[in-house]
């Protein structure tokens, strides 16, 4: 294959024109550009080429880890060749759809600026679902059609990965395929699948098409989705009646993929440096993968099962080798919950003295409060900024708190952060939900109590009156995958009149309203994240629509328009054939309705290991507690007996932590 012309000539005299141009230059330091015909010289002597893409800005996409990650370990292979490319802003839309003398200029990478439909794979990396629209723009634009059922040998494989792709229905008509869970190495066998196909000339086999071909030899391992190889047939009332393979040696359920050993994958090794800026400028380590704390509401905890540790030297190493190759200044410890690293206390101190009188700092972004510690906060304060603290009860009250299983008392809360003050800092930022399952106005309105005993024990260890406490409210959307997947969710109407008075008894505080800083979001955005959360494939028709309507970059409060998703919803639903629940299903059938044991959930063929009567138990448990009929607590299988939700022994995996007894060396001199 000819290597495709890079686009830059033709958008280089118009980059004065739009915003940031600079996001669309490429060239950061770290970055890769490989020759079109890497893999020639190779023994299969194909070339296997990945566009990579985050659906969303280059200042969000950039930092994301999953794609750095993905890029780097795909272009360690020399017949393979990764390129990136993110959603394009609506001037640069103009400016591509207008074109020159020789037509539209189409959706390009920013390594090569090689159009996109010229590779083999389009990777898109989904952490929301809000995404959607970006990514039929970015097909759109690329000259790639819409629906997979329309692509030729000509397009691309359409793949989707990240949190929202552990249920894609709502995007099956636009995937050619999906995976589930850890990404380092499928996409590394995928390319094997695709490497071979192409070697042996891209053949049919018995499938209609070449394509097909590709695509069957893809599912039939078990560890790719093919949406198109599954019948999904709809009852009277709307629910799903079965979902079926309909290609032999396709599985009937697809199994994620869980990367065990961490140490062995210390990426990114080369992170990538932007050349405008971001949401997030820092060099960041994950430090470990899953968690077991088992908060029902908590998706990402719930599909990341099991814990896997990275060790004390190997963090040590990617810390130094990052800040040697990116010269970030800030080092962010990332995981979904940094203090219960088993040996955080000497991650902390190791690495604190290690970059003693250097310009590096150290951040922890997310801490329970429960594993917080001030020795461990003066640690990471120790050679940078003394930043606020965040901490998230989730719930207002107690009663809250227990019903979504997140076990911290208000007297954990009131200690952690009289700490906090009491050792010199001054701004405490806490974060709530609003909307969860049982949740009445009191429970909320006792965030506002909350707020006000925080300021008042700031203010009495600290002696001074200038502390702060910011309270952050995000809406409760339900999530596949979880205890409550089956819940209510609630209506945007309620939620607001909710925040409303919250708000108010806050600001009518004379005493203490002053020093609590408030923020939260409407509860619009939060119904269209939860049909898109929890949707079937009939959605898919609702999203296309709301994307020639107009509709980009959902995930942004300017550019977000609720007005113009329910009116997508009432035309493509409404439509809806009687056969596949026309009149039946709408927002709200996807949204404010409880679901059933009994009902078929659109992501019930998709194994994140989970088993379902385990997650119904708990869902049934939060009941109980809600009611006050039970006090039962899930406990953290870390450090606890098994309580049998089933990744375990499902996926052929198990809990990898600490401590190993090691501790960080100080860095020898060269």
Known sequence: ???????FPRLEHRLPSVSKPIQYVGGELNSTVKDWDCGAGTEAGETVRWALMYPDAYEVGLPNQGVQILYEVLNEREWILAERTYAVWPDMERVLREGDEHGPIPQFTVDGHRPVRAFDVLGLSFSTELGYTNMLNALDLAGIPL???DRTGDDPVVLAGGHAAFNPEPIADFLDAAVLGDGEEVVLAISEVVREWKAQGRPAGDMPSP????????????????????????GADGAISSVVPNVPGVPFRVTKHTLMDLDAWPYPAKPLVPLAETVHERFSVEIFRGCTRGC???QAGMITRPVRERSIETIGAMVENGIRKSGFEEVGLLSLSSADHTEIGEVAKGL?????GQNVSLSLPSTRVDAFNINLANEFSRNGRRSGLTFAPEGGSERMRKVINKMVTEEDLIRTVAAAYSHGWRQVKLYFMCGLPTETDEDVLQIADLAKRVIAKGREVSGRNDVRCTVSIGGFVPKPHTPFQWAAQLDHETTDERLRKLRDTVREDKKYGRAIGFRYHDGKPGIIEGLLSRGDRRVGRVIEQVWRDGGRFDGWSEHFSYDRWVAACEQALGALAPVEGGGVVDLDWYTTRERGYDEVLPWDHLDSGLDKDWLWADWEDALAVADGSSDVEVEDCRWTPCYDCGVCPEMGTEIQIGPTGRQLLPLSVV
Do not use: N, Q, T
């Open 296 to 298: 029902r509401f908590c």
């Open 147 to 149: 629906h997979a059922a």
């Open 211 to 234: 394509r097909d071909e590709l695509l069957r030899r893809l599912a039939v391992s078990g560890g790719v989705y093919v949406p198109k190889f599954y019948d999904v047939s709809y």
């Open 352 to 356: 604190a003295d290690r970059y003693e």
């Open 1 to 7: 294959m000819s290597a495709p012309e890079s686009v």
